[in-house]
């Protein structure tokens, strides 16, 4: 298994970005899917997800109203829509991907649920 994230840069506050993450390896349209991200000196943390077999999304409180998970079952992938986007939005940004199995609920924000992960792309949001 395979997952390529691109699409981050330099942005301005307030600005947009839509991150993409594409999958070989496994159907992300039957998967759970998730964003991470990692800023310096921090812990991984959970921006968003997509429940496995289903369109049911969770995002951080940080980023609920900003930031949209869905899916690219054209692209076997998902995208990270972001907007409003603000400096402590800076950090590398990994998407993930669950194996067999199915998560509960709470076991999406937690990053051990994941086996899968792509190398990440880098988000900095400045002026």
Known sequence: VQL?????GLVQPGGS??????ASGLTSSRNGMAWFR??????????????????????????KGRFTISRDNANNGVYLQMNVL???????????????????????????????WGQGTLVTVSS
């Not at 970005?17 to 594409?22: A, G």
């Open 4 to 8: 390529q994230a691109s699409g981050g």
């Open 17 to 22: 970005l839509r991150l993409s993450c594409s």
């Open 38 to 63: 990692q800023a310096p000196g921090k812990e991984r943390e959970f921006v968003a997800a997509v429940r496995k077999g289903t369109t049911s999304t969770y995002y951080s409180n940080s980023v």
């Open 86 to 116: 603000r400096p402590e939005d800076t950090a590398v940004y990994y998407c993930a991907g669950t194996g067999a199995g199915n998560p509960i609920i709470s076991s999406y924000y937690q990053p051990a649920t994941y086996p899968y």
